[in-house]
């Protein structure tokens, strides 16, 4: 008998809220990656069981990925869940569907893919009816039961009821305690007839015997043993309704983020400013924020360092989220301008020239500034001038007396 063994009670999981608008309907889609395992998702395996967030395989339901899971062996199982749903009563889900893809490179009969599972309290709040309820597509009727491989299928888990579940554990019938609504395929009993029909059941069966059951634990998909030989299949599109609140579960890989440092021109003696660097990758509306630790980026320059080109280069980036990669900036230390005697500036590093003086302006005969202005040696020869005159002028009065 195949089975799914539980892996319940063995990890300790922060509850996300989830909000539903009373009484009004609502279809959002919520991206799950590697950051959220620990947070609102758990991610538990056993032995050689395993799971992770890949991209692919071929076109994914949604976005570029998916959950993987894989096992080796019969003791094997890994499961990823959400336990934003507690406390929902299991008869409030209208909608409840996943999609699944096996690689053909399984070698475990081809009837195994992935499950999907509750972990139910069918005594509503009082304890002891815990349980985890399996959905397995190879115990549907007609479609269901058709197994492919390297092809993404869709698997209905509520078929108005009519979806085929099995129990965990044995489920007594409340109004006869000797007889069973479910029992557990995976146990033995004193009377297996008690069993007969019990093993596979529709999920309206159990909801018409425990109408107050409700979420006690997770949802989501899981690989469990008893399945011989190896098995790897991947899941995506978990699609969950309560009274027309639907969300569906985008399930995608870390992605590769660069951080480039910056380049940044300093003038020698200032200060090293902050480095703050570029990003290329961010996704789904992060920012630099949204990183748990964010990178950061030095210099071996300061601000005593000589003209040159420096290096800068950024590190320490943390996130279950993003894969980084980092790509160097520059720091440029320039020479800082003096300025001379003349007003002028030079560059530190070059020699200046001296400028050369101006010509003085020629000596003005009125008023030469050498002298303060100092009139005296033009008076002189004014005097000069006039005496010459009146020499000449003499010379001429004898020259015509004597012709007379």
Request: with cysteine.
């Amino acid at each position: 008998m195949r089975s799914s063994s539980r892996l319940v009670g063995t990890a300790v999981a922060v509850v996300a809220a989830l909000s539903m608008a009373g009484g009004a309907f609502a279809s959002s889609s919520v991206v799950v990656r590697p950051g959220d395992v620990g947070t609102s998702w758990l991610a538990s395996s056993r032995n050689g069981g395993s799971s992770a967030f890949v991209t692919g395989p071929a076109t994914a339901p949604l976005g570029v990925g998916s959950l993987q899971f894989a096992t080796t062996g019969l003791s094997d199982a890994s499961q990823v869940f959400t336990f934003g749903y507690n406390d929902t009563p299991l008869a409030n889900f209208d909608a409840l569907s996943y999609s699944t893809y096996r690689s053909s490179s399984s070698t475990n009969p081809i009837a195994q893919t992935i499950a999907l599972a509750l972990q139910v309290d069918v005594n509503g709040s009082d304890p002891g009816g815990t349980a985890t309820l399996i959905f397995e597509p190879v115990y549907q009727s007609g479609s269901y039961a058709a197994m492919h491989l390297d092809t993404w299928q869709t698997w209905d888990a509520l078929q108005g009821g009519n979806a085929v579940w099995w129990s965990t554990r044995d489920l007594p019938d409340p109004s006869n305690p000797s007889a069973f609504i479910a029992c557990n395929p995976n146990a033995s009993h004193a009377n297996p007839s008690d069993c007969d029909g019990k093993l596979f059941v529709h999920l309206s069966s159990i909801l018409a015997a425990f109408p107050n059951a409700i979420i006690a634990g997770g949802i989501g998909p899981f690989v469990g043993s008893g399945w011989d030989n190896a098995f790897t299949g991947y899941a995506d599109a978990l699609r969950i309704g309560v009274r027309g609140n639907t969300t569906t579960y985008d399930f995608e890989p870390t992605t590769a983020l660069v951080v480039t440092g910056p380049d940044v021109t300093i003038v020698q003696g200032a200060a090293i400013p902050t480095l703050a660097p570029a990003y290329s990758g961010l996704v789904h509306g992060d920012t630099s924020t949204s990183l748990p630790i964010q990178p950061t980026c030095t210099t071996a320059a300061t601000s005593g360092s000589p003209v040159d080109t420096y290096a800068i280069t950024c590190s320490g980036g943390v996130s279950a989220n993003y894969s980084f990669s980092y790509v160097p900036g520059t720091l440029h230390v320039a020479a800082a301008a003096t300025p001379t005697p003349e007003g002028t500036s030079i560059v530190l590093g070059e020699t200046a020239t001296p400028a050369r003086g101006a010509t003085p302006p020629p000596t003005s005969v009125v008023g030469d500034s050498s002298n303060g202005g100092d009139s005296t040696p033009l008076l002189a020869l004014l005097i000069c001038v006039a005496f010459a005159t009146l020499g000449l002028l003499a010379t001429e009065a004898q020259r015509r007396v004597i012709r007379r």
